[in-house]
């Protein structure tokens, strides 16, 4: 029994020191997708071990991009490619500074293309080693605003794999058609098998020059950095809503859209005027012909006019109305762009259009005294206007009624000597 109890005891210690063994070789995995490396890092491994491997590139954790990183661990052939778009003030001079950060971390402009006003933007495409490219991108970020950033990692191992066979059984081919051209002895047999030598040894160019393409895609990352004008996009946008009634000076703005009242009923419109663009905005005007109204008429409901209206800022305004009858309004907002100091940019003023309809409604019912006299006011207009459109009608004809009364005047006239006779005709017989 002593002698078994002794047995059990060495093989269970046995068995820990495994376990621990294998604890510390997945440790050591761990480590190399981390930016430290662990004490299973630092050991000692022999030269045939397969944790050698995870614990050297574990030791360049502090320069190498994390997903290199394990692309280096498990042997695979990655594209890195990324596309940003990075908004600065000095297109010009954020290219030369892109230049100067890519090739001090190894790396050289790829190709370039740049366009002026009215829009000044610059693409650059920059080629770095893998080993730097995290780098690359975040400092590259640094020299602006980053817009948009789309980074792609691209495993391509199977499509070099592929390749590589590929070229492989077309480089035997060629090597067998030109022995057989060696051995032929006939004109007719040479000329058809260099025709087959011909062709395969343009496809074996071809997949040799798709491999090198993928192979320098790999060994170089790719980044493709375009750099647009900050200040060269302002923009407003303008909202109009009502709702009926004047009770809170507007603090129920915004509304639903356009508004159904009686006449002669009170409405509030209101005015929700949002910078939409990339430029702070100053010197802000609203002018309404339909209502009759200016800036000075409206209330300011949120936000401040004083103030510049940075990008994504909004005011909200508002105006009480009385309309009599139904109207569609026009309103039109104006802005001047301006820099971060308030000073006014070379460039013109940006303006929007916005309407809504306020419906005035007939109430029904009998007229009052007032609104009988203003029927019957109407009226008066209307038939003197028909009288003074006769009278212009029938002016440019007065001399032919002057002639036409000449004419009947004097048939008239020798109508009546007809009847009384002349001087030498005898008395009549009573």
Same mark, same amino acid.
């Given at each position: 029994m002593a002698a078994l109890v002794i047995v059990v005891a060495l093989i269970a210690a046995a068995c820990s020191g495994g376990s621990s063994d294998s604890a510390g070789g997945s440790v050591a995995t761990v480590d190399a997708f981390t930016d430290e490396a662990g004490p299973a890092a630092e050991a000692p491994v022999e030269a045939g071990d397969d944790g050698g491997a995870a614990r050297s590139v574990g030791s360049e954790l502090s320069t190498t991009p994390q997903a290199v990183l394990a692309v280096q661990t498990f042997g695979r052939d990655i594209i890195f490619t990324a596309d940003m778009t990075v908004a600065v003030t000095d297109v010009a001079a954020a290219g030369d500074e892109a230049t100067r950060i890519v090739e001090s971390l190894g790396g050289f402009l790829f190709g370039q293309q740049s366009a002026g006003l009215p829009e000044p933007h610059s693409i650059l495409i920059f080629k770095v080693s893998p080993e730097s490219f995290r780098d690359t991108v975040s400092r590259l970020g640094g020299i602006g605003e980053v817009r948009t950033q789309n980074i792609t990692a691209d495993d391509v191992t199977d499509r070099i794999v592929d390749l590589e066979s590929r070229i492989s059984t077309a480089a035997a081919s060629v090597e067998r058609l030109r022995a057989l051209i060696a051995e032929?002895?006939?004109?007719?047999? #040479?000329? @058809?098998?260099?025709?087959?030598?011909?062709?395969?040894?343009?496809?074996?160019?071809?997949?040799?020059?798709?491999?090198?393409?993928?192979?320098?895609?790999?060994?170089?990352?790719?980044?493709?950095?375009?750099?647009? @004008?900050?200040?060269?996009?302002?923009?407003?946008?303008?909202?109009?809503?009502?709702?009926?009634?004047?009770?809170?000076?507007?603090?129920?703005?915004?509304?639903?859209?356009?508004?159904?009242?009686?006449?002669? @009923?009170?409405?509030?419109?209101?005015? @929700? #005027?949002?910078?939409?663009?990339?430029?702070?905005?100053?010197? #802000?005007?609203?002018?309404d012909p339909v209502l009759g109204i200016e800036l000075t008429d409206l209330t300011v409901v949120f936000g401040d006019l004083e103030a510049t209206l940075e990008p994504g800022q909004f005011v909200i305004l508002a105006a009480e109305v009385t309309p009599e009858r139904t109207l569609r309004t026009q309103t039109r907002v104006t802005a001047a762009p301006v820099d971060g100091d308030g000073n006014a940019l070379d460039s013109r003023r940006v303006s929007t259009t916005a309407t809504v309809l306020l419906e005035a409604v007939d109430p029904g019912g009998l007229p009052g005294f007032s609104e009988g006299l203003d029927s019957s006011v109407d009226v008066l207009q209307t038939l003197g206007g028909v009288v003074v459109l006769v009278a212009g009608a029938v002016i440019p004809f007065a001399w032919l009624l002057l002639v036409l009364g000449v004419a009947i005047r004097w048939r008239r006239g020798r109508e009546r000597g007809g009847r009384t006779g002349g001087p030498g005709d005898a008395p009549a017989a009573t």
């Open positions: 032929a002895t006939s004109v007719t047999a #040479i000329v @058809e098998l260099e025709g087959q030598l011909l062709e395969r040894e343009t496809q074996l160019e071809t997949l040799r020059g798709q491999l090198r393409t993928i192979r320098d895609q790999v060994d170089l990352a790719t980044v493709v950095v375009t750099l647009t @004008e900050a200040l060269s996009r302002p923009r407003v946008d303008a909202a109009v809503t009502a709702y009926p009634g004047h009770a809170d000076a507007g603090q129920s703005c915004p509304g639903d859209g356009g508004v159904s009242v009686e006449q002669g @009923e009170p409405v509030t419109v209101c005015y @929700e #005027i949002v910078n939409t663009g990339d430029t702070a905005l100053a010197d #802000i005007e609203i002018s």
